[in-house]
């Protein structure tokens, strides 16, 4: 599984990471963790509000900081 | 109710006299501080409920390929109740202009998005009265519509960093959420907003308080009244280093013009704390050229002095 957390680098960013981390270790799955901060990535995946977070190529959700529990259900 | 509670507190538990300037000073923050985190809470819920129905992908896909005019009224509208945080401002930008919105159509998304902003609005609502918040949000809206019916016809896509264009933009998808997911998103949003600006109101209202007791009346008439003409320009300047604060700044300019300050002069500094920010103008850069950044900031300072003015005049 790959994990990419969407985000140009504010304070929202960094917290979602975070709390993915805890998710994952909370949920004993393995996974690869990626910040991606450049523009082109960003908009590749047509995401207009950061942070958002995408499993796998797909955009789960965009422009909120999701709670560990939150990003639990999603793994 | 309010207003009795803060008596109670003041001048039968602390025991100060009536009248007396800290009594009155302290009196005014109790009575002010409870009555705007009140107001914020209820109303930043509210507004997040309407908001999470209005995912920019959404407002993107209602402004693509509008013409002018009707563009930019609907943009600015649609400013209002689309979350917008200045960190998002580049992707945002680029997914706009790359869907096919114009780029002055753009531009009024980009203006009104900040300036009316529900902070700004429930702090001068509860500090002003609606009036004054209406007539903020209509000016407001009417700067927005113009300076980006201006950055239109001044036809400066050429000034858009050349990279935006050549983007390629997938399609996002617009996530729905249902009524619980709503009221989740809300409260949290709620929380986060309130935990980063409650040190700023607790501030302004304590210097509003001591402006309110402490400060002789009329003392700003002079410098701040309405027959100085520089005033309106120097306020607006005076806002842009101030920005995102408009919770702090609001409560301090309520007590200033208790002392003298006109309200076009008002309502013009407030515009400029949230529609004029030097760090949004940072991020901006990744996307516009130095000249179109200009023409933006100098199109919105002279629409916010006209607007200062044009109250100063008639209210």
Redesign the interface.
């Given at each position: 599984m790959k994990i990419e957390i969407l985000?140009?680098g504010?304070a929202?960013c960094k917290t979602l990471y975070e709390n993915t981390k805890k998710a994952l270790e909370a949920s004993g799955k393995s996974a690869e963790v990626v910040k991606v901060e450049d523009?082109?990535s960003?908009?590749?995946?047509?995401?207009?509000?950061?942070p958002a977070l995408v499993i796998d190529g797909q955009?789960k959700?965009?422009?909120?900081?999701a709670?560990v529990a939150e990003i639990s259900a999603m793994l | 109710m309010l207003k009795s509670f803060a008596d109670y507190i003041v001048f039968n538990l602390i025991g100060l006299i009536p009248g007396s300037r800290l009594g009155e000073a302290l009196n005014f923050f109790i009575y002010d501080t409870v009555k705007i985190f009140l107001l914020l809470s209820t109303i930043i819920f509210v507004v997040a409920v309407i908001r999470s129905s209005f995912p920019p992908e959404k407002t993107k896909r209602i402004l693509s390929h509008k013409r002018e005019y009707i563009g930019n009224v609907l943009a600015a509208l649609l400013g209002i109740v689309t979350p917008f945080c200045s960190c998002s401002a580049v992707p945002l930008f680029i997914g706009f202009v790359e869907s096919g919105v114009p780029l002055g159509v753009t531009f009024s998304f980009l203006i009104s998005s900040p300036m009316v902003n529900e902070v700004a609005l429930i702090m001068l609502w509860g500090l002003f009265g609606w009036k004054i918040a209406l007539i903020y949000i209509g000016s407001g809206l009417l700067v927005a519509i113009v300076a980006g019916i201006v950055i239109g016809k001044l036809k400066m896509e050429r000034y858009v960093q050349d990279y935006v264009w050549e983007m390629q933009v997938g399609n996002g998808e617009i996530t729905v959420m249902n009524f619980r997911q709503k009221l989740d998103y809300a409260r949290e949003y709620t929380f986060d907003l309130l935990k980063k600006i409650w040190p700023y109101v607790v501030i302004g209202v304590g210097l509003g308080a001591f402006i309110h007791g402490y400060v002789p009346q009329d003392f700003l008439v002079r410098w701040a009244g309405r027959d100085n003409p520089f005033a309106v320009p120097v306020a607006v300047a005076l806002g842009v280093p101030l920005y995102s604060n408009a919770a702090g700044v609001i409560p301090i300019v309520q007590a200033l013009m208790e002392k003298g300050m006109a309200i076009g002069t008002v309502l013009a500094f407030m515009m400029a704390v949230t529609a004029l920010s030097l760090p949004e103008a940072v991020i901006l850069k990744n996307v516009l050229k130095n000249r179109l950044l200009c023409v933006f900031f100098g199109i919105v300072a002279v629409a916010i002095i006209c607007v200062g003015y044009l109250f100063n005049a008639i209210l």
């Open positions: 985000g140009t504010c929202k523009i082109p960003i908009m590749k995946y047509g995401v207009m509000s950061t955009v959700f965009s422009g909120k900081v709670s | -």
